[in-house]
């Protein structure tokens, strides 16, 4: 730790790290929704689950499915999951807002199966297909929630005492 702090260098949750009253302070609101629930999980997984929350986080979650592969069927194969997350952070005694901002990622998945042989060509794997799309969308929800603790840690040293 001595070479880390030698050159400036100060862990984000360490006792005079910046981000030291995040962990364990941030309430998180509940989820309302699968996507939410992914969301609300990275949250609490990366800031931990507070006893008593100095903090509120509400968010609200904005999602776009594109088909971006297409058979010469006209048969779409492949989606792009655009997600985009508005938070923000407010102190629970006082009710001030204490940051706020926005974050956006995309994911992307692949139909389960093409059946090239059939004409036109078609898609036939929807348990697959379900699922590959569950995933992506519990995917972008866990890149999002990365980012909003970036964002949190980044900013913390302007609001967290």
């Known amino acids: 730790m001595a070479g880390l702090s030698a050159c400036g260098y100060t862990p984000a949750y360490a006792p005079d790290g910046p981000a030291r009253g995040l962990r364990v302070q ?61 938070y923000v952070l407010r102190d629970i005694a006082t009710g001030r807002e ?9 994911t992307g998945y692949s139909v389960g199966s093409v059946d090239v042989t059939a004409t036109p060509p078609n898609t036939n794997a929807t348990v697959a297909t379900l699922s590959a799309e569950r995933d992506a969308y519990a995917r972008l929800m866990v890149a999002l929630a990365d980012q909003i603790v970036t964002r949190l840690i980044a900013t913390s040293p302007s609001w967290a005492q």
């Open 98 to 106: 204490v940051t706020s901002g926005s974050t956006d990622t995309f």
């Open 26 to 86: 941030v309430a998180v609101d509940p989820p309302t929704d699968r996507n939410s629930f992914d969301l609300v999980a990275q949250l609490e997984q990366r800031l931990g689950r507070p006893e008593t929350p100095r903090y509120r986080l509400s968010y609200k979650i904005d999602t776009v499915r594109e088909g971006v592969g297409v058979t010469p069927g006209q048969e779409i194969v492949r989606y792009n999951v655009f997600g985009k997350v508005r």
